[in-house]
Nanobody, 122 residues
Framework: QVQLVESGGGTVQAGGSLRLSCTAS????????MGWFRRAPGKEREFVALIRWHSGTTLYADSVKGRFAISKVNAENTVYLQMNALKVEDTAVYYCAVGSQYSNSPSDYRTWGQGTQVTVAS
């Protein structure tokens, strides 16, 4: 069964950093795109960042550009999200997902992890 497992969430003070990881239980195809999304309480799931598995091309939401960095280790089937200068409004459950399109729409991603909670305290 295909699985994505996230880890690295927690509680941090505003201005702090966290690194999330997401490991797939299978070899990620080179044509795939890995994305990070988040859902804050009472809000819709929103795009955070994505990376093309083959080329490493990245895309970020404006709200995290310059603060977050997505990266990957192909041999480990793992994608990371380094989050710096965290803000209270970054508090959310963070999900990784795999899809086949270079897209910031959750509907274009077919496999999702269970999510990891990130809480940023003021």
């Amino acid at each position: 069964q295909v699985q994505l497992v996230e880890s690295g969430g927690g509680t941090v003070q505003a201005g702090g950093s966290l690194r999330l990881s997401c490991t797939a239980s299978y070899r990620i195809l080179s044509s795939s795109v890995m994305g990070w999304f988040r859902r804050a309480p009472g809000k819709e799931r929103e795009f955070v960042a994505l990376i093309r598995w083959h080329s490493g091309t990245t895309l970020y939401a404006d709200s995290v550009k310059g603060r977050f960095a997505i990266s990957k280790v192909n041999a480990e089937n793992t994608v990371y999200l380094q989050m710096n200068a965290l803000k209270v409004e970054d508090t959310a459950v963070y999900y990784c997902a795999v899809g086949s399109q270079y897209s910031n729409s959750p509907s274009d991603y077919r496999t999702w992890g269970q999510g990891t909670q990130v809480t940023v305290a003021s």
